[in-house]
């Protein structure tokens, strides 16, 4: 049954280090109830190659070969099929991985017990919990390493136990109980879990209430963002800052906080509901926060009934008997969802939705850019005259006259060849967030609308750098409301146009450095406009020795929290300058930032930054003090090849939790030393060292 734990103890075995170093290809792969084999194989396929194109018009069989012999050519493979349903699936992918001497591994996690055993005749069943069990974890989900209060353990073991014995019935509780220590809050949940385990026959009716009895106790605001997940399709990772973006874009964000930014108010959300169990993370960012996350299948399935019975949003999907389309009530819809596999199919009916203020298009099986033909994409732009959000990233877009009449959009996300942004784009004023992804062989885009004139753009994201225009300079002219932007042309860093956009909180800038930090040139003297910087990648794309840190770096930089520095090939002695910058929690430095064998840290420099990640860097010796990186939390080093030791001295920060070797074998013993003697300290905190590859695998992945 769904929520017994299948697919966390898969992610577990998936994501142990010293599993997937056994294996040359780990790939995972979400199946679900409505799946469609040859989206499996083709997301199978992508793992091996980036030229999809050519693949999309072969049938299963003719895919089960391609992938066969990708896999003859190369190591062992680790293959995990998510929530199985058919045994079809298990046929197709068996030819693709045949057995031979490399040792090939399928693993599937099914609900079905016919197709467990159809693949393998004793497979692991996954217990219910004991009593005792279910109360170990709800106490963990609820108090974290702390005890259950004393007043508290009677009320939670009953709650516990009225569970039956589901990981998931029990987390959901967990995450109404956090935080609460009212023993009358917790009778009142200890009294309500007991109704809804009248039915003891249908077990996946009973975990959809004790969703909907955590539901019922969110704030009235954060109601419509926890269904809101669910228009991203089962089994999808979900980028927190998309989902950001989209919340704010809705209108589902208000600002009753002075002081606090929407971005701000919906982030606070977004761990809310992380932290009442509701969304699961994915991945974290170097500084901790949520980077992807993702709704558990029940909790999907719960999400998506309710915000269809609240007309929250309503999908379009095929009919059961998988003949024409489910097309909801149009008078009614606001939001529409659509699986990007039937999308050409629906925008070829002429759909009228013009009370349609949101279209959210997405593929949890294929990262692939799909083309509609030209009477489609004008038929698009034709369906949906009072749009507002626009998230079609995974079709090839084309601009027409009709697409310039959509004034109302507030949200827009689009893929496509363009070389440049036309002039008209200029002219959409209640635009807030941005996303180009282009294709076009310049390696650059040309904004040519007047984006200084859209006095509500907030984020604006592109793949490639952007080449900006220059404001225009009229008395009554306003500062931008831009916060992100990401990337940006070095060119495009003028002072009139970083003086339009001064709120700038997030920079990245992509291109040729030299002129860019030589002073004469302009270039990074102008960072002066910018008084709210707090996030700033640099990405050299031409290498070049000559580079330097100007002077004006720190003195423009006061507020920098994160710094990205690539290619930049700076000397190492130029490092230790860095800790002029007095508020930098997060410093990542990748792919020659720096260049030279020793890096020698200053006394008294370095203090502040919580996270330090070096990457692809050819340093043999790295020196500190004691009195360095005490704030320091987490370390990172990869592909360090040449670095023999970690510095001793950093066993002596107290606040240091995390280290991460990848690829850095000689510094492993002096790693190990370190992580000895944080467990012998006095006062020794959590401390945890992760090796890649583990030296203690006997056998090595086939390369």
Request: charged share 25%; glycine share 4%.
């Amino acid at each position: 049954m769904a929520g017994l734990g299948k697919s966390t103890l898969a992610i577990k075995i998936y994501n142990d280090s010293k599993i997937s170093y056994e294996f040359f290809s780990n790939i995972w792969v979400y199946v679900g109830q409505n799946y469609k084999l040859k989206e499996v194989l083709l997301s199978i396929l992508k793992s091996f190659t980036k030229q999809m194109n050519i693949y999309q018009d072969k049938n299963e069989n003719e895919l089960c070969k391609i992938i066969c012999d990708f896999v003859s050519k190369g190591g062992k493979c680790l293959i995990v099929l998510d929530d199985v349903c058919n045994p079809e699936v298990v046929d197709s992918v068996m030819k693709a991985f045949p057995k031979n001497k490399k040792g090939h591994r399928i693993m599937m996690t099914t609900r079905e017990g016919r197709v467990a055993k159809y693949a393998n005749e004793n497979p692991h069943n996954l217990k219910f919990l004991e009593h005792h069990e279910s109360f170990e974890l709800l106490e963990k989900r609820v108090f974290g390493n702390r005890s259950c209060h004393r007043d508290l353990v009677a009320h939670g073991k009953t709650i516990a136990e009225k569970c039956s014995g589901v990981p998931l019935a029990v987390v959901v509780i967990a995450g109404a109980l956090r935080g609460r220590t009212s023993e009358g809050e917790w009778q009142i949940v200890e009294q309500n879990v007991g109704k809804y385990l009248i039915d003891q026959n249908n077990p996946t009716s009973n975990c959809l209430k004790f969703v909907e009895m955590s539901y019922s106790r969110l704030p009235e605001d954060m109601k419509a963002c926890f269904l809101y997940c669910s228009a991203f399709p089962q089994g999808f990772e979900i980028p927190a800052w998309k989902l950001i973006r989209l919340w704010i874009s809705e209108g589902l964000i208000i600002s009753n906080l002075p002081g606090s930014t929407l971005e701000n108010i919906a982030e606070y959300i977004l761990n809310d509901l992380v932290n009442r169990n509701l969304l699961i993370i994915l991945e974290k960012k170097a500084d901790g926060k949520i980077k992807t996350c993702r709704l558990h299948d029940m909790l999907h399935m719960f999400c998506k009934l309710k915000a269809t019975d609240e007309s929250l949003f309503q999908e379009v999907g095929e009919k059961p008997d998988q003949v024409g389309l489910g097309i909801p009530e149009q008078d009614t819809c606001r939001r529409l969802c659509i699986q990007l596999s039937i999308l050409d199919d629906f925008i070829s009916t002429r759909p009228m939705t013009e009370h349609t203020r949101s279209f959210l298009c997405f593929s949890s099986k294929q990262k692939k850019t799909i083309e509609l033909t030209t009477g489609n994409i004008r038929n698009l732009h034709k369906a949906f005259p009072l749009i507002r959000v626009l998230e079609v990233e995974r079709i090839k877009f084309g601009f027409s006259k009709e697409f310039n009449a959509l004034f109302h959009l507030r949200y827009i996300a689009i893929s496509g060849d363009f070389e440049s942004i036309p002039q008209a784009f200029g002219k959409f004023w209640n635009l807030q967030t941005v996303i180009l992804n282009t294709s076009t062989s310049k390696g650059i885009l040309d904004i040519n609308a007047d984006i200084w004139n859209m006095l509500r753009l907030r984020h604006l994201h592109t793949n490639v750098p952007a080449k900006l225009p220059s404001p225009s300079s009229t008395p009554t002219s306003k500062h931008s409301c831009l916060q992100t932007l990401s990337k940006v042309a070095p060119e495009s860093c003028r002072k009139d146009v970083l003086a339009r956009a001064c709120n700038l909180r997030k920079l990245c800038i992509q291109g040729q450095m030299v002129s860019f930090f030589e002073t004469s040139k302009g270039g990074f003297s102008n960072f002066g406009e910018l008084k709210c910087l707090e996030h700033l990648k640099l990405l050299n794309d031409v290498l070049s020795k000559d580079l330097h840190l100007p002077p004006t770096f720190f003195g423009f930089l006061r507020n920098l929290k994160k710094l990205t520095l690539s290619k930049t090939q700076f000397e190492w002695s130029e490092a230790n300058r860095l800790a002029q910058l007095e508020c930098l929690e997060v410093l990542k430095l990748k792919e020659n930032a720096f260049i030279g064998t020793s890096w020698e840290s200053e006394i008294g420099g370095f203090s502040l930054p919580k996270v330090l990640w070096i990457d692809r860097a050819d340093l043999k010796s790295w020196k500190v003090s004691n009195a360095q990186f005490q704030n320091l939390k987490n370390l990172v080093l990869k592909s360090c090849v040449e670095l023999e030791a970690v510095p001793i001295e950093l066993a002596d920060v107290r606040s240091l939790q995390e280290m991460r070797l990848e690829n850095t074998i000689k510094a492993i013993k002096s790693a190990k030393e370190i992580e000895l003697k944080k467990q012998q300290a006095p006062q020794s905190s959590k401390f945890k060292l992760t090796i890649f590859p583990p030296e203690s695998t006997d056998s090595k992945a086939t390369q």
